[in-house]
C-alpha cells in the first residue's frame, strides 16, 4: 500500500495527527504496510469555541478529540503533545511580519520548526525513524538525495509549503497520500471505517479559526500604523486605518474611487503609506530572495526554473542567479503580486528544488521600490481575496 525503501519494514513512525481525513488515512496506511504507528497531536495553546471549531478549523478541542478517537480505533498509541511556547512565537512573528508591511506564511515555517522539526525530536526520544504527515507531496531518497515532487492531486498539492524544510529533516518524513487523488482518500477513509472520513478541510491558518487574521490583530491590541493611500505619483487618494489591513497585490477593500480596478503595490508601514496602481503597476519583473534552502540539488550559480511565489499561483519561468545564501530572480514575463513576506519555490516541472523568502521586488510601478529584510510567514492569495487565504 505504501512503502519507503530507505526504512526498514517494521520501522517505527509517528504519525502528526491532526484530527482530520488526511491525517487519519496517512497513519492507516502505514499500520497497513507494516510500519509500527505511535500517533502525535499538536496542541497549539490557542482556545477556539464549538462554533468556530466547525468552520474548517484545526488543532481544537474536537480535532484532539478526532486525533485520539482515530488512534484508539486503529490500535496505536497517541500522545497529545503541547507545543503551545512554539506556537506562541509563531503567532508573534505572524503579527510582527504584518507590522512591518509584509505578507506571513506561517504554515512553510510550522513545517519547517514543527511538523518537520519539534515532531521530529519526539520522534528521536520516542525511538522511531520518521515522522508522518498527510501532506500531498511525493518524496524519495535516491544515492542518499531526496527528491521532492509535486502531490499528484494538483489541486490539493502542497509542496510548495516544503521549500523551507532542510533536506536532512525530509530525508526522515514519509508522505503516505502523495500519490492519491482527494476522492480517493475519503474514500479510503470510509472504507476503513474512520470517523473522519467526511470530516470537512481544515484552514491554512490554523491559529486564525475566523480566517480573517485581522480579528486576530485586534484581539492582541496590535498597534497599527494609519495613514494615507497614495498612488504611484504620490497622489492622495484616500486614507486607511493600518497599513497591517493590506497586502500587497490586494484588489478588494481599499474603498478608493476609480475607474479601473486598482491594487495594492508597496506598504511602508513607519511612513503609514498604502501605495496603489493599476494591474500593470503591480506586476514584478525581479525579486530578491533570501535565506535560501536546496533539496536534493547543490545549484549552478545561475539556471533556469519555474518559481511559484504565492500558494496558489501558477509557477512563472525565470532565471535565478545564486550568491552564496541569497538569489536575485528575473522573471521572463512582468509577475503579478509578487509579495515580500512570502516564499519563493523553485521546480524544474513537478520537482521541488527548494526556495527561500522575497525580500524585496522591482516593479513595473515602483522601479526603485524600497526593499524589505527578514524572514517569513503567511499564505493567501492577495490579489483575489485581500486577506489570509
Same mark, same amino acid.
Given at each position: ?11 517505527? @513512525?509517528?504519525?502528526?495527527?491532526s ?16 510500519f ?10 490557542? #482556545? ?6 466547525? #468552520? ?11 486525533a ?11 500522545q497529545?503533545? $503541547? ?18 508591511g ?8 510550522c ?5 518537520? +522539526?519539534?515532531?521530529?525530536?519526539f ?7 520518521a @515522522? ?8 524519495e531518497?535516491?544515492? +542518499?538525495? %531526496?527528491?521532492? *515532487? ?18 536532512p ?7 503516505p497520500l502523495?500519490h ?24 491554512e ?12 490583530l ?37 474603498? %478608493? ?10 506598504l ?20 530578491? @530572495?533570501? $535565506? ?5 540539488i $547543490? ?13 496558489h ?8 542567479r ?29 520537482r ?6 522575497i ?11 524600497r ?13 483575489? *481575496?485581500?486577506?489570509?487565504?
Amino acid at each position: 500500500m505504501f512503502s519507503a525503501p530507505h526504512f526498514p519494514p517494521g520501522s517505527r @513512525v509517528v504519525a502528526a495527527m491532526s484530527g482530520g481525513v488526511d491525517s487519519s488515512v496517512a497513519a492507516w496506511m502505514l499500520r497497513e504496510s507494516g510500519f509500527e504507528v505511535l500517533g502525535l497531536f499538536m496542541r497549539n495553546g490557542v #482556545k477556539v469555541d464549538q462554533a468556530e471549531a466547525h #468552520k474548517k478549523s484545526c488543532c481544537s478541542l474536537t480535532d484532539a478529540r478526532d486525533a485520539r478517537m482515530v488512534s484508539a480505533f486503529l490500535g496505536l498509541p497517541f500522545q497529545a503533545v $503541547d507545543l503551545s511556547g512554539e506556537f506562541g512565537g509563531l503567532i508573534e512573528h505572524f503579527i510582527s511580519e504584518y507590522q512591518r508591511g509584509r505578507t506571513p506564511n506561517p504554515c512553510a515555517i510550522c513545517n519547517r520548526d514543527l511538523k518537520m +522539526g519539534r515532531l521530529l525530536d519526539f520522534a528521536d526520544d520516542l525511538g522511531a525513524v520518521a @515522522v508522518a504527515t498527510g501532506h500531498y507531496a511525493r518524496l524519495e531518497v535516491l544515492d +542518499g538525495r %531526496v527528491h521532492l *515532487s509535486r502531490g499528484v492531486d494538483t489541486h490539493k498539492d502542497q509542496s510548495y509549503q516544503l521549500f523551507s524544510v532542510p533536506e536532512p529533516q525530509l530525508a526522515r518524513t514519509l508522505f503516505p497520500l502523495g500519490h492519491l487523488q482527494k476522492p480517493k482518500v475519503r474514500e479510503m477513509a470510509s472504507q476503513a471505517g474512520l470517523r473522519t472520513s467526511h470530516k470537512a478541510d481544515s484552514q491554512e491558518v490554523c491559529f486564525v479559526p475566523s480566517n480573517d487574521y485581522r480579528e486576530l490583530l485586534a484581539e492582541r491590541g496590535v498597534a497599527l500604523h494609519p495613514g494615507s493611500i497614495v498612488d504611484s505619483q504620490g497622489k492622495k487618494v484616500g486614507t486607511h486605518e493600518g497599513t497591517e489591513h493590506f497586502t500587497v497585490g490586494q484588489r478588494r477593500g481599499l474603498r %478608493v474611487a476609480s475607474g479601473r480596478p486598482l491594487y495594492v503595490l508597496e506598504l511602508l508601514p513607519e511612513e503609514g503609506l498604502v501605495i496603489i496602481g493599476d494591474r500593470e503597476e503591480c506586476k514584478a519583473t525581479t525579486m530578491i @530572495v533570501d $535565506d535560501l534552502n536546496w533539496i536534493g540539488i $547543490d545549484p549552478e550559480a545561475e539556471f533556469e526554473v519555474l518559481v511559484q511565489h504565492r500558494y496558489h499561483c501558477t509557477p512563472a519561468p525565470a532565471i535565478v542567479r545564486v550568491d552564496g545564501n541569497r538569489a536575485s530572480v528575473e522573471f521572463k514575463q512582468p509577475e503579478m503580486s509578487v509579495t515580500p513576506g512570502q516564499g519563493a519555490a523553485f521546480y524544474w516541472g513537478d520537482r521541488l528544488l527548494g526556495g527561500g523568502w522575497i525580500e524585496s521586488t522591482t516593479r513595473l510601478g515602483i522601479p526603485d521600490s524600497r526593499p524589505t529584510t527578514g524572514a517569513a510567514l503567511g499564505t493567501g492569495d492577495p490579489e483575489s *481575496s485581500g486577506s489570509q487565504g
